[in-house]
């Protein structure tokens, strides 16, 4: 069994900032590719930021200067510094794990956190 865990969401002013965290824990062998998605009310989800086993990142171009995602392997563990937030950027934000299990397979499964509410709102 795999869990992931995120933490760190919350109510902030515009221009504020916020640091999410998503700790992965159980039957892990190794974990690849980690990101964020977030999903505003009557909306769909949508791809924030992604980081590879290896630290390549690639963001989505509304948080492109604003986010930074990074990931302590060791820990298993995601990061998603917030700055410079805006009331757009309202939503639910899960993360995303691509886990082997095992040495021996060849697959990656996703799973996903249960999700943290952010607010920007004066």
């Known amino acids: 069994q795999v869990e992931l865990v995120e933490s760190g969401g919350g109510l902030v002013q515009p221009g504020g900032s916020l640091r999410l965290s998503c700790a992965a824990s159980?039957?892990?062998?190794?974990?690849?590719?980690m990101g964020w998605y977030r999903q505003a009310p009557g909306k769909q989800r949508e791809l924030v930021a992604v980081?590879?086993?290896?630290?390549?990142?690639n963001y989505a171009d509304f948080v492109k200067g604003r986010f930074t995602i990074s990931r302590d392997n060791a820990k298993n563990t995601v990061y998603l510094q917030m700055d410079s937030l805006k009331p757009e950027d309202t939503a639910v934000y899960y993360c995303n794990g691509k886990i082997r299990r095992a040495s021996y397979s060849s697959v990656d499964s996703d799973y996903w956190g249960q999700g943290t509410q952010v607010t920007v709102s004066s």
């Open positions: 980081i590879t086993r290896g630290r390549t990142t």
């Open positions: 159980g039957s892990i062998f190794r974990i690849n590719d």
